[in-house]
């Protein structure tokens, strides 16, 4: 069971090696849920949700708390596993976006894009 805090919400997220048994029983559970956002099972902590895991689960795993109180502030991840806050770096980037194209049977990909210094300084790719 590790601490952590996301939008002044203290949670606890759980950590575990994959095994189907422990993950349909986790899923059974409504007090628990799966976030998309940090990809991991948590549940609002509380002593009473605490004492209510260990006294389900001491059972079927191995509950350890040792990490409950080491609480620290989590990134949500994009789809790509890369932390939020360094992905917003990224959109300082100029967006293209790519169309695929086909012109007298041959295909072509072609870009879309606002206007960007960045993106007219970058040399035009060779034909060879």
Known sequence: LNGFLYKSNRLVKL????????????KSKDWIRYS????CFYFIRSDENIDRFI???KSIAQVDTQYLDKTGKVEPLN???VPVEVNKQCNRLPKIMLYPLKINNREHIALKFSYSRKLYSIPPISKH
């Open 15 to 26: 950590l575990f090696k994959q095994n189907s048994e422990l993950t349909k029983v986790i």
């Open 36 to 39: 998309f956002t940090f990809r």
């Open 55 to 57: 006294r389900e689960f």
């Open 79 to 81: 789809r790509d596993g």
